[in-house]
């Protein structure tokens, strides 16, 4: 027993030194990483001149020598565009599908304008929509190119940014309707690209060069996803956010933007796919999953602003005189729903895509989790309710293994008295008080472990909903009942100041400011955490004891800026536990002391006669 409770000792030390650690280091660093940003975005260029980008792949894989042009918004000391002039500096063609709003560059072909059409900024529906694409010479250029490319020597005109393409059909861009560019070097060759997109978020590209010329051709086609400054990341170890792919043989490749301040070595591959990634929202290449390319991510130095990409370059291919040259590639744009990502990895042969949702170590746990409670959403309609149902579906299931535990910590109850006279009778002889009380536990049939599996158990089941809350899109803005208006952000209400009532927000003061706020929920889930402990027997060490007391208050704290939904679950959870653990000791025969402990918090004992 003395083991357990030093094991949970030190899991509640290590917590401390956590949030120790997130206060005194973590917040800092996220500070500098925001000033950092907005040093970045206040350092801009003069105005812009549209079609600037990071170098493209040379056909040898590595970035093309200096001199390449610079982006917009790498020169110090004058003002960028708006996001509006930006689009507005190159004709356009608009993409109008059920999910997505936006355009194409036709100068350069480029796709720098998405907008997600079931996605705002906050829970108010007359929020903005999320922007994920944004064209170069606008805040925060984020976009994705296709094209050729060929050995230095060979001295041929391709198409660049600069480069203007003409549209054979007016637009717009639709599902099922694609749209053909064409542009015509000059000098004997014709390239056309043709685009499609799905109902929901994947562009199809199709580039094809007829040679004309009376000599063979040979080119590479590429793909690039480049993102011009840092983006603000939240900075968590629950999930990944920056460059990735599956390349190679299948592994997974998770790069932070830090990560591409230094050469990153290019991968060999067939097929696979490669982009970057934000928390609910990527952009992602995927060539055909039968080529072979060279794979890479890298970032450059483009005056004050730091530019991250992520590009392939295709195998070589020769077209001779009158023949043509095709090359098909694929980009994803969109929300990283699970169905859909799923659904692309199934219907195209995407290997391993659903990896673009970080799932993290406990994938055969965390995935299978989220498929359960989306299963009850569909029947319920509310993820808050799913979450209930699977919590009373996990608690059946592990129903025979908790009757063991309780009945455990019944007859441990049970000879509580027992254990506080070996205590006294051997004092300062820690030996041979351990000898007495595994007497004890033998003569008494007690496993003094049994009572940490119920909390072993719920650990992972804990961790796997935390990472469905916190990384799945399905759960963002996801309401519950009452203020809870998103599962996946922390209880809106605070204790503090009352919960509204009073109108001043206690969080803005410093310093001690991050620590007040504590919602209804996580007091619900602190008050049912200390009604389970009280079942459990109490430890013969007043030292101990005094700890295990205050752990409520201290979990209640510590959740409080968790996910309402992670909130609602434990506290679901312990009630549960509270009634099961209460019926089955009593069964066994332990006295249920826990309404007379809750007397004794709410109700005041009578004065003493006189």
Request: charged letters at 15%; aromatic letters at 12%.
């Amino acid at each position: 027993m003395d083991d357990n409770r030093n094991t949970m000792l030190a899991i509640l030390l290590s917590v401390v030194v956590l949030i120790a650690w997130q206060f005194f280091i973590g917040i800092p660093q996220l500070e500098k990483q925001k000033a950092e940003q907005k040093q970045q975005q206040t350092q801009q260029t003069q105005p812009a001149q549209p079609g600037q980008v990071v170098p493209r792949p040379a056909p040898d894989g590595r970035p093309t020598p200096s001199g390449a042009p610079v982006p917009p918004g790498t020169q110090p000391g004058a003002a960028i565009l708006t996001r509006a002039a930006a689009l507005a500096a190159s004709p356009r063609i608009a993409i109008e599908t059920p999910r997505i709003k936006g355009s194409i560059a036709l100068r350069g072909a480029r796709i720098d304008d998405v907008a997600l059409s079931d996605y705002r900024e906050t829970v108010d529906p007359k929020s903005a929509n999320i922007v994920l694409l944004s064209p170069s010479g606008g805040p925060d250029p984020f976009y994705a190119e296709f094209g050729w490319t060929a050995a230095p020597e060979a001295n041929l005109k391709l198409p660049g940014p600069d480069t203007v393409w003409t549209a054979a059909n007016p637009g717009p861009l639709a599902p099922e309707r694609p749209l053909v560019l064409t542009w015509n070097n000059g000098e004997g060759l014709l390239f056309r690209r043709t685009m499609a997109i799905d109902r929901n978020y994947m562009f199809t590209v199709t580039d094809e060069v007829e040679n004309g010329g009376g000599n063979p051709l040979t080119l590479f086609g590429y793909g690039l996803i480049s993102r011009h400054g840092t983006p603000q990341t939240l900075g968590y170890y629950i999930f990944h956010e920056g460059p990735v792919g599956v390349l190679g043989d299948g592994k997974l490749f998770e790069l932070n933007y830090k990560d591409l301040e230094k050469p990153v070595e290019p991968v060999k591959s067939r097929g696979g796919w490669l982009g970057i990634t934000d928390k609910y929202w990527a952009a992602t290449l995927i060539p055909d999953p039968q080529a072979n390319l060279t794979a890479r991510f890298s970032s450059a130095l483009l005056g004050s602003v730091r530019a991250y990409q992520a590009d392939y370059l295709l195998e070589t291919a020769t077209a001779a005189p009158g023949a043509k040259l095709t090359s098909k590639n694929l980009l994803f744009a969109g929300a990283k729903e699970v169905a859909v990502v799923d659904g692309y990895e199934k219907a195209l042969g995407i290997k391993s895509f659903d990896l673009l949702i970080d799932w993290g170590w406990f994938y055969f746990i965390t995935k299978p989790l989220f498929q359960l409670l989306h299963y009850f959403y569909n029947l319920v309609g509310n993820f808050g309710l799913s979450i209930l149902i699977v919590t009373v579906i996990i608690k059946i299931v592990f129903f025979p293994l908790a009757n063991k535990s309780y009945a455990s910590m019944a007859r441990m109850k049970a000879v509580q008295p027992q254990m506080l006279a070996i205590r006294e009778r051997y004092g300062d002889d820690k030996v041979k008080q351990q000898q007495a009380m595994m007497e004890l536990y033998k003569q008494e049939k007690i496993n003094p472990l049994a009572g940490c599996l119920p909390i072993l158990i719920q650990i992972p089941v804990f961790f796997a909903l935390y990472k469905v809350l916190f990384v799945t899109i399905e759960m963002r803005h996801a309401p519950f009942y009452g203020w809870i208006k998103d599962l996946s952000a922390p209880d809106p209400t605070n204790l503090f100041n009352l919960f509204g009532l009073i109108p001043f927000d206690p969080t803005v003061l410093p310093l001690i400011g991050q620590f007040l706020h504590i919602g209804a929920w996580p007091l619900v889930m602190g008050v049912t955490m200390w009604a389970q402990m009280k079942l459990n027997p109490a430890p013969p060490d007043p030292t101990q004891k005094m700890i295990f007391d205050w752990m409520p208050l201290f979990f209640t704290f510590m959740l409080a800026s968790f996910s309402a939904g992670l909130v609602i679950y434990w506290a679901w959870n312990n009630a549960l536990s509270v009634l099961q653990q209460s019926v089955i000791m009593s069964r066994h025969g332990a006295k249920i002391e826990l309404w007379d402990n809750l007397k004794a918090l709410f109700v005041r004992s009578k004065p003493p006669a006189t």
